[in-house]
């Protein structure tokens, strides 16, 4: 009885204690780290959170970008960091759910060392094209492809991309064959779309909506299943004949290190959605074609789960390796 009592007496304190360190943390500055450069991709949307972050915790939160090696220096510098929810990932989706299933060696475990969080926003793809290719939709698209077996170009920002898998995707869908061109960034991929010396690409929806604005690409679909609320007259590829379980979007989400305290799990979480409810945020991100999120931590790693399990039987149904 004594026993029983001196234990639960501990965990009375333990609970205690974790509750404490939820309603005091953070003490000290916050780190978020980017693996990607400066200004582009995770990069606007995770400054803007943190901005927000900080006004709420009073305390600096502190952007570092890490880039290189498709986001996996920046994402093994958070699964060696301490956990103490003092480092924080804002993520792509190569380097937590992607490159798992194509590097030979990573130096961290995406599954054991890294913890999901929360999901921050959803970003769709579009698959464009110069206005003078002999296509004006997905449909006409797909037939000029069959008419021309892999002489067909569709651009990446390299290989192991999501940008790369959406296109083998839509090639495993349709029964197709095109030729994939990796590029080393979205910039370059999409110079070489713009003059058409590529035939079609998909861009990041923000990006490629100021050209489309322009008039220099066409967009053919968006990746996601419904229409982007940014761009509600670009249709979904899933519309088109053969292509009715495509879906493949980016997606930015919020990981810390694996031992990191629930108390503290929980609280980032939190504070997370609450900043991405503002109408200010919010407005700003959907006027960029994403879409913001905020889910339960639950809910993320069960999507983190099934994001790890499509993108695995794209990459070994291609056979892709580094």
């Known amino acids: 009885m004594k026993l029983s009592i001196a234990v639960a007496g501990a965990l009375v304190a333990c609970f205690a204690s974790l509750s404490a360190l939820a309603e005091t943390w953070p003490t000290k500055a916050v780190t978020v780290i980017v693996p990607y450069v400066a200004g582009g991709g995770v990069d606007p949307v995770a400054r803007l959170v943190s901005l927000k972050l900080a006004e709420r915790w009073n305390q600096p939160v502190v952007v570092e970008n890490r880039a290189g090696a498709s986001g ?17 990932l804002m993520s792509a989706t190569a380097e937590v ?3 798992q299933h194509f590097m030979k060696k990573m130096a961290y475990d995406p599954e054991k060392d890294l913890r999901p969080v929360t999901l921050l926003v959803k970003l769709p793809f ?3 094209t110069n206005p003078s290719k002999p296509y004006n939709d997905m449909a006409s698209f797909l037939s000029y492809v069959r008419q021309n077996p892999g002489k067909v170009s569709y651009a990446s920002s390299g290989p192991g991309t999501p940008q790369h898998l959406a296109g083998v995707l839509v090639e495993q869908l349709a029964n197709v064959s095109m030729l994939h061109v990796p590029f080393k960034g979205v910039a370059q991929a999409m110079t070489d779309i713009l003059s058409g010396q ?19 690409v066409r967009a053919l679909g968006v990746s996601s299943r419904s229409p982007a609320p940014a761009a509600p007259q670009i249709p ?9 379980k495509f879906e493949l979007i980016q997606w930015f989400g919020v990981f810390v290190p694996s031992k990191t305290p629930d108390s503290v799990v929980s609280k980032i979480q939190n504070d997370i959605a ?25 809910d993320f790693e069960r999507f983190v789960k099934d994001e790890r399990e499509k993108f695995r039987k794209i990459v070994q149904t291609a056979k892709i390796e580094q």
């Open 236 to 244: 979904p590829l899933a519309k088109t004949s053969a292509l009715e």
């Open 274 to 298: 609450e900043v991405l409810a503002l109408p200010e945020v919010r407005d700003t991100l959907l006027k960029q074609g994403a879409e913001p999120s905020g889910m339960s931590t639950p």
């Open 126 to 128: 579009a698959l464009v």
């Open 198 to 216: 590529v035939d079609v690409g998909f861009a990041g929806l923000p990006t490629a909506l100021q050209q489309v604005k322009a008039g220099k």
């Open 97 to 99: 759910v992607i490159n």
């Open 72 to 88: 996996t220096i920046g994402a093994n510098a958070v699964a060696k960091a301490p956990a103490d929810g003092n480092t924080i």
